[in-house]
C-alpha cells in the first residue's frame, strides 16, 4: 500500500537551475496526497514527471511496481488537471469529456453514457453543450476534473485547480473536491501552494522547498511538529526563536531563550548543554500576563493589537525579539502595556540544531 | 450566444468610410468596368466599339477554354495543397521556437521577397534548364535520361507555383500557430491521443483560422497566375490567366478578354463569400455534438 506510487531520488535540471533535488516520496493508494511549497519549488516540474511530459535526470518513478520510465503520456495510466484546464476550445465541454474515451476507443454507447455519468457527478449536466468560452473559471474546473476522471486514472494529478479562483468559490469547491474523491477514491495527488487548502483536503502532505521535500506528514503533524524553520513557518504562522540549551532537568532539558527565560523541552533527538537550537512556537500556544512583578529582562511591550472577532493578535516586543501571540475573545491588553510572555509547556518545538561539539 | 440585430452608430459608419471608398476606387470601380467592358464589341483596332454587344461573352464561354479552366484549377489546387502541407508543420515548429528564433526564421521566410518575382522565376528556368545544374545532378545520379524534361511540363508550374506562394501559407499559419496554446497538445497527449493524433485533433483545429487564409490566399493567387507558366510552362499548360494575356496582348480583344476575367473574378468572389458564411454560420451556431 506504501508503494503504490513511488517517487525515487528524482533529479531535474532546467540549464543550471536544478528545478528538483532529490525528491523521493511514497504515496498510497486511495490518498489525496499534497505537493505544498512557494512558487517556483517544484511542484509542476514533479507533476509533469509523473505524467510523462518531461523525463528526469536520474531518479526513477514506480507505478503499482512497475517503473513508467518509458512510457508517453497517452500511454500512463494517469491524467491531469492543468493549472490552467487545458479545456479544448473547439469542443463542447461533452466533447471535451469524450476525448479521453475516443481517443481510448471505447463503444460509442459506453462513451455517451459515462460522460453522461460524469456530466452528473460534476453537475453540469446543462451546460454540456456549451463551448469552454461559455462557462464560468469554476465550471471549467469542473470539467477539467470530470475529463480527466472519465478515463479512471490509477491516480489524478491536479496542480493548482483552485488557484484561478476567488476565495469564496475556492472554498466551496474545496468542500466538493473532497466529497468527489470520497465517491471516486481515487488517488489524488494535488499540487497547491495554499497551505489552507492543502491542511483542509489531504491525508498526508509533502511540503517542498526549492526543489526539496522537507517533510512528509499528516496536516497534524505538519502543523504541530514541523521537523525544519521552513515548514514551521510555511504551515500556519509560527514565532521562530534561538535559543541554547543550558542545562538538563529530570524528564527533559532546559532551554534559555532571550525573553523567555529558562524553559523545558524534551527534545525528539539527543542533545547536549551548549547546543544552539532553533524553536517554533505557534502564537495560540503562547500566552500574556502582567509583567510588572516580573525579571525586567522578561518583560517585553505590546506594539500591536488586532481584534480579529474569534481572536486577538498580539505583537509584543521583548529582548529585540517581536513575538506573535494569539488569545481568545478580545483584546485584554492594549498597545504600550508592559506583559510577560507565558508558553503552554509541551508545544515547544526544535526546529533545527546546531550541536557546540565539533 | 446573444444574436443582436446590429445598430450601426454614426462614428462607427464615419470610422468605416474611408476604407469603404478605397475598396470602391481600387476595387469595385475597376471591376465594374472590367465587367461593364465584357459587354461591349470589339472593334478591329484592337480598342472597344461602342453600343453593347453579348459576343465577347459567347467567345470567353466556348468549350475549348474548359480544359483550360480546368487545369487551372487543379495546378493552383495541387499548388496550395503542398503549401499546406509544408506551411502547417513549419508554421507549428516555428511558432514552438524561442522568440529570438522566431524573428530571425521569419525573416528569412520573407527574405526572397526583396528579389524582383520575375527574376526569381527565371532562376528557376535556369536551375530547371537541361543544362541545369538540377537536370545535370540527375542525370549523373542515372534518375533521369538526356532526352527528359524537367521543364515546359505541368510538374515545373506546380513547382514554381509552390516555392513563390509558399510563403504566403507560411505567415497566416505562424501567426495562427503563435496564438495557439500548446498546453492543449499535452492536455490530448495526457487524455490518450499520440502525438501525431494530438496534432490532428487539437493543433488543426485550433490554427483552423490560418489554415483557411493560407488555403484562399494561394490558391486565389494561383489561379490568376499567368507569369509562370508562360516562363517555364510548355504549351499544354496554359492556364486561364495566359489566355487572358494572350486577348489583351496578342488579339487585342479587350471584351473577351474582360469576360474571362469576370469570370475568374466572380469565381473567387464566391469562394470569399461562401466562406464568410460559413464563418458566420458557425459563429451562430456553435460546434455540432
Ligand atoms: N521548461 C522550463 N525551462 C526552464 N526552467 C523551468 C522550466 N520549467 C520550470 N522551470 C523552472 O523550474 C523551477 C520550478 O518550476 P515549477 O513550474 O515546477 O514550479 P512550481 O512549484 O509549479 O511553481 P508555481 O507555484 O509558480 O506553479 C522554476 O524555477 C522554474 O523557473
Ligand atoms: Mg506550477
Known sequence: MEDFLVIDAIRKRFGNHPALDGVSLQIREGEVFSLLGPSGCGKTTLLRLIAGFDSPDSGQILLQGRNVAGLPPEKRPVNTVFQNYALFPHLSIRENIAFGPKMAGWARSQISSEVARMLALVKMEDQADKLPSQISGGQKQRVAIARALVNKPRVLLLDEPLAALDLKLRQHLLV???????????????????????????????????????????????????????????????????????????????????GLGVLEIRPETPITVGDQVTLSLRPEDLSLTDGKDSDPSLVGVVDEVIYFGAFTRYWVTSSNQRLLVQTHGKAAWARGDAVRVAVDPGTLHIVEMKSSVQ | MKSQAKKVCPTEALLTTPSLLWLLAFFAVPAGLVLLLAFRPADLHGGVGSGWSVAAIKAASDPAYLPIWWRTLWMSGVSTLLCLLVALPMGYHLARMPRR??????????????????IRVFAWKSLLHPDGMVCRGLIAMGLMTEEQQLLYNAGAVVVVMFYVQLPFAILPLYAAAEKFDFGLLDAARDLGAGAARAFWEVFIPGVRGGLVAASLMVFISGVGQYVIPQIVGGVDTEMIG????????????LPEASALSSMLLLGVLALMIANSLRRRLMAKEGPGV
Open chain 1, 176 to 258: 466538493e473536491l473532497a466529497a468527489l474523491h470520497r465517491e471516486v477514491g481515487t488517488t489524488f495527488v494535488y499540487v497547491t501552494h495554499d497551505q489552507a487548502e492543502a491542511m483542509s483536503l489531504s491525508h498526508r502532505i509533502a511540503v517542498m522547498n526549492a526543489g526539496r521535500v522537507e517533510q512528509v506528514d499528516v496536516p497534524e503533524s505538519l502543523y504541530r511538529a514541523p521537523r525544519t524553520p521552513f515548514v514551521a513557518s510555511f504551515i500556519g504562522d509560527t514565532n521562530l526563536l534561538a535559543g541554547s540549551i543550558t542545562g538538563t532537568s529530570s524528564n527533559g532539558c532546559k532551554v534559555t531563550v532571550p
Open chain 2, 101 to 118: 528564433w522566431q524573428g530571425i526564421m521569419v525573416l528569412l521566410v520573407v527574405l526572397p521577397f526583396l528579389t524582383n518575382f520575375l
Open chain 2, 242 to 253: 495566359n489566355k487572358i494575356a494572350q486577348r489583351v496582348f496578342s488579339d487585342r480583344n
